[in-house]
Structure formats: structure tokens, C-alpha cells
């Protein structure tokens, strides 16, 4: 079935470290992007990647880093300059990237960071 | 930054009540999403409006673009239990303010007493 993957599902990050999430899609879509939710509050958007080896940064990108090597994967570092790392983080596809089309955003079933 | 309201908070209602929630931006928008999400899970779409005054349905749910495009709503009828999760709404901004991101509400978190 098609969709988008993320790993792992829960994932403890110590002090000082730089931890990887991972996202892989199989819906050929161009577009990923990702989200970090923290209770009682909306997404906000971290990076997001329009086309392979591109991408741009959100509203709060400072402590992440990402890569796009390939179309079907988009993986998110949290670095240790993030200070604040604890939350649950989505990673989302589109077909194309919205500033053009009103392309339907699609969620992977997230991964929940926690700092030991 | 552009902000979505999103009202109620939480609502708490017996099975078999309709349930309403709304959004409002302070700028126009050109697309509106309503998603769900159920916990430790992703959001789920649930209905897309891309134009002023559109009212669209997916089962017992209804949602509606707004006609001043600064808002949108959406109606669950006959709630069930399964209806229990977060509903958050999205939204993209139009003509020069559209940067392609969308703008997520709070969420309203909807528990269904049986």
C-alpha cells in the first residue's frame, strides 16, 4: 500500500546528542515536508523540500537539519543546539509543492521524541 | 505571523449530539483543510475547500469555506465514539501572502461519553 513511513515510532535523545527521524514515502510525490506538534498547540513547520537535493526552511528550523538525496526520502537530524527537543514530529507529502496547486497534504503517523 | 483561531478548545459531548467547531484568520485564505488526528498518529484529511461559500460533506461530516474567506466550519452530526480525537484546521493564505505553507489551527479535542 502506498504512504509514508516514519521510524521509529519512539525514539530518547541524551544530552549533547544528534538523533535522525526518519521518512520514506511511497506515493511519488515531489513534495515532503516536516511538522513538530507539541500538546495544545497547532504544526508548525520545520523544513520542507519542493523537489530532490532542494530545500528551504520553515518557522522553526534552528537545531534541525535535513537532507533529500533521494525523491523518496526526507530525513529530519535533531542537533544538540536544539534545546527544547521534546515533541511529537510529523512528516508530511505532497504531489507538488502548494505554493502552486492546492495539493493535499498527507501525514506519516509521526515519532514521539523524548530527552533522557 | 499569520495565526488560525480555532474555537472550542475542547468539547466534551454525549453520543449522538452534533458538534460544531470553527476557524478564523485575521487574513483571506484560498484553501481550507479540516484534519483529524487520534492520538499518537498522524492527522487524517478529512475535507478540502478551495472556494468562498463551498459546503462539502464526507459522511456525517460537513465543512464549509467561509464567504468572507477568513473562516470555516465544521459540523459532525450524530456523534459516535469513534469520532474522539483532534480536529485541527488548515489553512493557506491567497494572492501575495501565499507562500505555500499552510497554517494550522490549535485543535479542538473531542471526547464522546457513550
Known amino acids: 500500500d502506498g504512504g509514508i513511513t516514519q521510524s521509529p515510532k519512539y525514539l530518547f535523545r541524551k544530552e549533547g546528542q544528534n538523533v535522525t527521524l526518519s521518512c520514506e514515502q511511497n506515493l511519488n510525490h515531489d513534495a515532503m515536508y516536516w511538522y513538530r506538534q507539541d500538546p495544545g498547540q497547532g504544526l508548525r513547520l520545520i523544513y520542507y523540500?519542493?523537489?530532490?537535493?532542494?530545500?528551504q526552511k520553515g518557522d522553526i528550523a534552528e537545531g534541525y537539519s535535513v537532507s533529500r538525496e533521494k525523491k523518496e526520502s526526507f530525513p529530519l537530524t535533531v542537533t544538540s543546539a536544539q534545546k527544547n527537543p521534546t515533541a511529537f514530529y510529523l512528516c508530511?507529502?505532497?504531489?507538488?509543492?502548494?505554493?502552486?496547486?492546492?495539493?493535499?497534504?498527507?501525514f506519516g503517523s509521526g515519532t514521539q521524541l523524548s530527552v533522557l | 505571523g499569520q495565526q488560525l483561531n480555532q474555537s472550542p478548545q475542547s468539547m466534551f459531548i454525549q453520543e449522538g449530539e452534533d458538534v460544531s467547531m470553527n476557524c478564523t484568520s485575521s487574513?483571506?485564505?484560498?484553501?481550507w483543510l479540516w484534519y483529524k488526528q487520534e492520538p499518537g498518529e498522524g492527522p487524517v484529511l478529512l475535507i478540502a475547500l478551495y472556494k468562498a461559500g463551498e459546503l462539502t460533506s464526507n459522511g456525517r461530516l460537513t465543512a464549509q469555506f467561509g464567504i468572507t474567506r477568513k473562516d470555516s466550519f465544521l459540523n459532525i452530526s450524530a456523534s459516535i465514539p469513534s469520532d474522539v480525537g483532534i480536529y485541527f484546521c488548515?489553512?493557506?493564505?491567497?494572492?501575495?501572502?501565499?507562500?505555500?505553507?499552510?497554517?494550522f489551527g490549535q485543535g479542538t479535542t473531542l471526547q464522546v461519553k457513550p
Open positions: 523540500s519542493q523537489i530532490v537535493n532542494d530545500f
Open positions: 487574513s483571506i485564505f484560498n484553501t
Open positions: 508530511a507529502s505532497s504531489m507538488k509543492y502548494r505554493k502552486t496547486t492546492n495539493e493535499k497534504l498527507f
Open positions: 488548515a489553512g493557506q493564505a491567497g494572492g501575495s501572502s501565499n507562500t505555500g505553507k499552510l497554517i
